[in-house]
């Protein structure tokens, strides 16, 4: 599963850089995930690293929110609490947030949303 969404997520990070090279370095990754040992762990999480944040962020507003969070997801897999959480209080502050399941979808949100400046 973990592969699957790593695969996803890279593709849509270099098609965004092909095609959107205006905002090439404002599209980045939030490495808060993944297997770590308790040492590992512990040493990210005094620098900072949340449960549940998105798996990239678009540093770029539009004329509706300020920026845009993304996470992604295939087949069956689902949001933790944590993620729903961090969505929530996300969309407060006035941020976009979608939960991305393909490349066709990523190309649409991502169309739409810079559409909008």
Not at 33 to 42: F, M, S, V, Y
Not at 59 to 88: A, C, M, R, W
């Amino acid at each position: 599963m973990k592969t699957k969404e790593h695969n996803l997520q890279t593709y849509c990070y270099y098609y965004f850089n092909i095609i959107y090279r205006k905002y090439r370095g404002l599209l980045f990754a939030i490495p808060n995930g993944g297997l770590r040992n308790i040492k590992t762990a512990a040493y990210l999480k005094k620098e900072g690293v949340v449960a549940g944040v998105a798996d990239m962020f678009l540093s770029v507003p539009n004329n509706e929110y300020h920026g845009l969070y993304i996470e992604f997801k295939v087949d069956y897999n689902k949001q933790s609490e944590s993620q729903k959480l961090f969505e929530e209080k996300v969309k407060e502050q006035g941020y976009k947030y979608i939960v991305i399941k393909s490349v066709e979808e990523f190309q649409i949100v991502v169309k739409s949303y810079l559409s909008n400046k």
